[in-house]
């Protein structure tokens, strides 16, 4: 059953820190960024923004800027995930459901504008939706990968002339062997119920 699916790779994905020499195609990658692109967010304003890398040369300075994990020196394919607020503002109007009515537009278009000036914060953390989104996505496309965030980010910025927050960088590649066993909090450390 395709609802199955999804619960399989949930408990296959693990981080993956040594890749094969297997390249990852491109048109993959942007396939599977297609999938990634459906996440939900508030008011539809899609804050999340990639950065695909495969030069050789800049995977070996992100290797270097994260002062050399070395997931870096195996990956052949470097997803950097981030935030551009300033760009969810030039595409205010852009997002909003062409179905919605005049009335609706223009009241959630305000109170997107003013979530992006009272509190960035909520909308830049909805950025990690689309990094579950894209962890699993890769997963069922049979790429391991890890996410990262240990980095000289400002440097990453530079690198890749990002503007906004970078949220993960992802290292992907066909792995050379599964990470560790998942080890997490109890159900009951981490849920309560009334
Ligand atoms: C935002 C974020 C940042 C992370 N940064 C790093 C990192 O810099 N280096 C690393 O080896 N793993 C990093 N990880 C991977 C975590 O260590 C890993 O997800 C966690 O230990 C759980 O293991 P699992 O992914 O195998 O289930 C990061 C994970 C996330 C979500």
Excluded at 39 to 67: E, T
Excluded at 76 to 82: E, F, G, K, M, T
Excluded at 162 to 168: A, D, R, T, Y
Excluded at 176 to 187: F, P
Aim: charged fraction near 25%; hydrophobic fraction near 40%; aromatic fraction near 8%.
């Amino acid at each position: 059953m395709e609802s199955e699916m999804i619960l399989k790779w949930m408990q296959e994905r693990k981080s993956v820190r040594s890749f094969t020499e297997q390249e990852v195609d491109s048109k993959l990658i942007s396939k599977i960024i297609n999938h990634v692109r459906l996440a939900p967010s508030g008011f539809n304003a899609q804050p999340w923004r990639f950065v695909i890398v495969k030069d050789k040369n800049m995977i070996q300075k992100l290797y270097q800027y994260s002062g050399y994990q070395k997931q870096l020196n195996t990956a052949s394919c470097v997803i950097v995930l981030y935030s551009d607020l300033m760009d969810v503002h030039r595409k205010v109007e852009e997002v909003l459901h062409p179905e919605m009515s005049p009335e609706k537009k223009r009241s959630d278009k305000e109170a997107l504008l003013e979530t992006l000036e009272m509190a960035p914060d909520v909308l830049q953390s909805q950025g990690y939706i689309a990094l579950g989104y894209l962890l699993l996505a890769l997963t069922a496309y049979g790429i391991s990968s890890v996410p990262m965030l240990g980095f000289d980010l400002e440097k990453v910025m530079e690198l890749l002339e990002i503007e906004g927050s970078i949220l993960s960088v992802v290292a992907a590649g066909y792995g050379v062997k599964e990470g560790y066993a998942h080890h997490r909090l109890a159900l009951e450390e981490i849920v309560r119920l009334y």
